[in-house]
């Protein structure tokens, strides 16, 4: 089993930035990309970002050139770099992993950006 706690939403003004941690604990040998997904109110989850553990990494295009994931060396923490945030960012962000055989999810952090 793999658990993940996220730390770092909030509040912030339109331009602003957050940095957004997910960390990992439990069985995090098996897992194969870890990253961010998010929900706005009456629309589908989407992935925002994730790095595989060859540290390849997938954005979305919407947060291309303003968000940047990372880990640290253990690779058992994950951060989102969040600049130049938007009001559309505004959202339920997720840490979620992908193991072999299973899929694990954080509890969520609410990012809200005014504008």
């Known amino acids: 089993q793999v658990l993940l706690l996220e730390s770092g939403g909030g509040l912030v003004e339109a331009g602003g930035s957050l940095r957004l941690s997910c960390a990992a604990s439990?069985?995090?040998?098996?897992?194969?990309?870890i990253g961010w997904y998010r929900q706005a109110p009456g629309k589908q989850r989407e992935l925002v970002a994730e790095?595989?553990?060859?540290?390849?990494?997938n954005y979305a295009d919407s947060v291309k050139g303003r968000f940047t994931i990372s880990r640290d060396n253990a690779g058992d923490t994950v951060y989102l770099q969040m600049n130049s945030l938007k009001p559309e960012d505004t959202a339920v962000y997720y840490c979620?992993?992908?193991?072999?055989?299973?899929?694990?999810w954080g509890q969520g952090t609410q990012v809200t950006v005014s504008s």
């Open positions: 979620h992993a992908t193991t072999l055989t299973y899929d694990y």
């Open positions: 439990g069985r995090t040998f098996s897992i194969k990309a």
């Open positions: 790095i595989s553990r060859d540290s390849s990494t």
